[in-house]
């Protein structure tokens, strides 16, 4: 198995380190970074790191993520936010995954860097939703084989909800699975507007999304969610 990480980047100087430094301790094939045009050092950062290759193209996670995918020579992409550690033992999960020719892409089980009662209390629905349905979304590191993720067209060029239909699309030739290390999230979005309006605005716009509301649309709602998350 070669693994190609990509990571799509905007202004991410402050929680890159910590998860490039992690990542370099994990097996991998090659670490793909991908900028969107971020003007806070983050650029000059990624110059002076040996070990990603860095790219730079529109912003839009959608956009940034298949142009890393483009690039990738990996037979297995794994798909990382800029705010989130892998465990050092994600290879090894990944392998035995996917030594059922069945399984075509999967995901991580999540928690929070923060520690609190209410912040746990939100990993365990995450997570309970993710094993009760089979879905993901882009901050718990999904992966899928490359000739799984071609048979797709790649990520849809939308503001939100790019990751959630890039499951959809996949999960339609093959399983999916759950990996039970987490993924260690940064509860950032959710300490910025507060815990729980974070959590009802993140199921509004769920609801909106699955009730038939442009992606385009829900962004301008509920822009704030992701301005405030960079």
């Given at each position: 198995m070669r693994l190609s990480v990509i990571i799509p980047v905007l202004n991410e100087r402050h929680s890159l380190p910590s998860m490039l430094g992690a990542l370099a301790t994990v097996d991998t094939h090659e670490?793909?970074?991908?900028?969107?045009?971020?003007?806070d050092g983050t650029q000059e950062y990624l110059r002076q790191q040996k070990h990603a290759r860095v790219i730079e193209t529109q912003p839009g996670r959608g956009n940034q993520m298949n142009a890393g995918a483009r690039m990738?020579?990996?037979?297995?992409?794994l798909f990382l936010h800029s705010d989130c550690v892998l465990p050092g033992t994600a290879p090894a999960q990944l392998r035995e995954a996917l030594t059922d020719q069945k399984t075509v892409a999967g995901c991580f089980l999540v928690r929070f860097a923060e520690r609190s009662h209410a912040l746990r209390l939100v990993a365990w629905g995450i997570n309970r939703r993710t094993l009760w349905t089979r879905t993901a979304t882009g901050d718990q590191?999904?992966?899928?084989?490359?000739?799984?993720?071609d048979l797709t067209g790649g990520f849809p060029s939308w503001p939100l909800f790019e990751d959630v239909e890039m499951v959809s699309r996949i999960k339609r030739q093959g399983r999916f699975v759950v990996l039970a290390k987490p993924v260690t999230i940064s509860a950032?979005?959710?300490?910025?507007?507060?815990v729980w309006r974070t959590t009802l605005m993140m199921y509004a716009l769920r609801l909106g999304y699955?009730?038939?509301?442009?992606?385009?649309?829900?962004?301008q709602w509920f822009a704030d969610i992701r301005i405030q998350a960079h």
């Open positions: 670490v793909i970074v991908v900028d969107g045009g971020s003007t990738a020579t990996g037979d297995v992409l590191a999904l992966f899928m084989r490359r000739s799984a993720y950032r979005r959710w300490t910025t507007l507060g699955h009730a038939g509301i442009s992606p385009f649309k829900l962004k």
